[in-house]
T-cell receptor, first 110, second 110 residues
Framework: NAGVTQTPKFRILKIGQSMTLQCAQDMNHNYMYWYRQDPGMGLKLIYYSVGAGITDKGEVPNGYNVSRSTTEDFPLRLELAAPSQTSVYFC?????????FGPGTRLTVL | RKEVEQDPGPFNVPEGATVAFNCTYSNSASQSFFWYRQDCRKEPKLLMSVYSSGNEDGRFTAQLNRASQYISLLIRDSKLSDSATYLCVVPGNYGQNFVFGPGTRLSVLP
């Protein structure tokens, strides 16, 4: 099993550009999450999903959108990138309480 | 009180030392707690779950004090490889999700 995979690993965006961060898991987990982690800070929940077709906002959803058309994939869309969105983005999935994380995407918005 | 707070650290300890971190939480109804370990520039990984009064796994002991609403992580006989950031995780307010603390950084020195 590959576990949770994320692409790209790194990306630099200009202000106002858009992009999609990809996340996929092959563990058949119903729950998936997107977090951002700023330097020296904990993880903040952006969006989460309890199953295909169901998504909901977390603590910091503004500026982001998600979709969950399949159990495996949970892409995160950034529209009109802003410098405040410079961060490391982690995708995670879970069946029970333990969350399994992808390796992260380091995004810089200049 | 914030949802979850941790000792700010960093903790710099010699090899072989015993070190303890504390984490306080605000939701008195919380039932399950977790310690995750995050290596530098890597994704978090589950270290221990705490469901009742405590849990022990080798050199690591997690204890829960519901009355005072804190959990602790004790590491005995510290190894160089224990150097990492330790994240305290408690149930959140958004359905099946969890709140991550800011982390406590540990450096074990030779």
């Amino acid at each position: 099993n590959a576990g949770v995979t994320q692409t790209p690993k790194f990306r630099i965006l200009k202000i106002g550009q858009s992009m999609t961060l990809q996340c996929a898991q092959d563990m058949n987990h119903n729950y998936m999450y997107w977090y951002r982690q700023d330097p020296g800070m904990g993880l903040k929940l952006i969006y989460y999903s309890v199953g295909a077709g169901i998504t909901d906002k977390g603590e910091v959803p503004n500026g982001y959108n998600v979709s969950r058309s399949t159990t495996e994939d949970f892409p995160l869309r950034l529209e009109l990138a802003a410098p405040s969105q410079t961060s490391v983005y982690f995708c995670a999935s879970s069946y029970g309480a333990e969350q399994f994380f992808g390796p992260g995407t380091r995004l810089t918005v200049l | 009180r914030k949802e979850v707070e941790q000792d700010p650290g960093p903790f710099n300890v010699p090899e072989g030392a015993t070190v303890a971190f504390n984490c306080t939480y605000s939701n008195s109804a919380s039932q399950s707690f977790f310690w995750y370990r995050q290596d530098c520039r890597k994704e978090p990984k589950l270290l221990m779950s705490v469901y009742s009064s405590g849990n022990e796994d080798g050199r690591f002991t997690a204890q829960l004090n519901r009355a005072s609403q804190y959990i602790s992580l004790l590491i005995r006989d510290s190894k160089l490889s224990d150097s990492a950031t330790y994240l305290c995780v408690v149930p959140g307010n958004y359905g099946q999700n969890f709140v991550f603390g800011p982390g406590t950084r540990l450096s074990v020195l030779p």
